[in-house]
């Protein structure tokens, strides 16, 4: 009996040993670049909504920096509108962009100007082209980066302010560029964001943490345009469940403590229950 519990003691001990190896050299191949610092974004506080001086910037970033190369597939130019934009500013970028449009009568293909309902435009026709103009690598849609990468808005500041040189030693790769948030610490995408790269409207300076700091809330913001409404209505919920709650301790308390509080009896030779 004690060699059959020590065999199988060590049949365990041996499966439980690889199990850990692999898990081991599972985490070590996937565990390969610098988890973002967390940061204390403005936006996070369950009271808190999205700064839109800060939305309205790093849309200026996106569209002057990022949109040669990303889109913003789920985005609307009237989502822009209140957040990012004035309505008459958002009509007049539409109108600047050609859409397809009905064919003529002849069956010819016609376009017209952009409207609000129009989506962002996309920098390619197709994937194939995206490809081609980048090295074979296909730049990701942005619309929900933020929700699509761990870590969120630390891994997308972190990338975009974390471009270095490669360490000694390591072999260059022709096209690739070196970000050690990056999983395998190589990345396609060129460092996009350099010092005073753009003139904001409103004067702030243009640093890379500043640029970076900007489109990673507005593309926050692109992920989850119905963040500040969404809290606004738990704030509402909250404070309606509250008034209901003190609604019914009090009629709890009052109304019903005289029906709690009474007991019926029965007494011999009587013809109902006595209180």
Not at 84 to 107: H, I, M, N, R, W
Request: proline share 7%; aromatic share 10%.
């Amino acid at each position: 009996m004690s060699r059959v519990f020590l065999k199988a003691l060590g049949v365990g001990a041996a499966l439980t040993g690889g199990m850990f190896l692999a898990n081991t050299s599972k985490s070590s191949a996937s565990d390969d670049a610098i988890h973002p610092t967390h940061l204390h974004w403005s936006h996070y506080g369950a009271m808190s909504g999205f700064d839109y001086h800060s939305v309205r910037r790093g849309f200026e970033v996106y569209r002057t920096v990022c949109a040669s190369c990303h889109s913003l597939e789920r985005i609307t130019w009237g989502n822009l509108v209140g957040t990012a934009l004035t309505e008459k500013e958002a009509k007049e970028y539409a109108a600047d962009v050609e859409y397809p449009d009905d064919p003529d009568s002849q069956g010819e293909p016609r376009t017209r100007a952009g409207k609000l309902s129009d989506k962002l435009p996309a920098p390619y026709a197709n994937e194939q082209q995206a490809r081609a103009a980048n090295n074979g690598a296909l730049p990701p849609d942005l619309s929900l980066m933020v929700k699509a990468r761990h870590s969120g808005l630390d891994y997308l500041f972190s990338l975009l302010t974390g471009y270095v040189k490669p360490p000694a030693g390591s072999p260059e790769k022709p096209g690739l560029h070196y970000n050690p948030y990056f999983p395998g610490g190589w990345i396609a995408m060129t460092q996009a964001l350099h010092e005073e790269g753009i003139e904001y409207e409103d004067g702030t300076p243009a640093s890379i943490s500043q640029m970076s700091k900007d489109v990673s809330i507005f593309l926050n913001w692109a992920a989850e345009p119905e963040h500040d409404v969404r809290k606004r209505t738990g704030v509402k919920v909250m404070v309606v469940l509250g008034f209901l709650g003190l609604t019914s301790f009090y009629w709890s308390k009052t109304k019903w403590i005289v029906p709690k509080l009474r007991r019926s009896y029965y007494a011999p030779g009587t013809t109902g229950p006595s209180h």
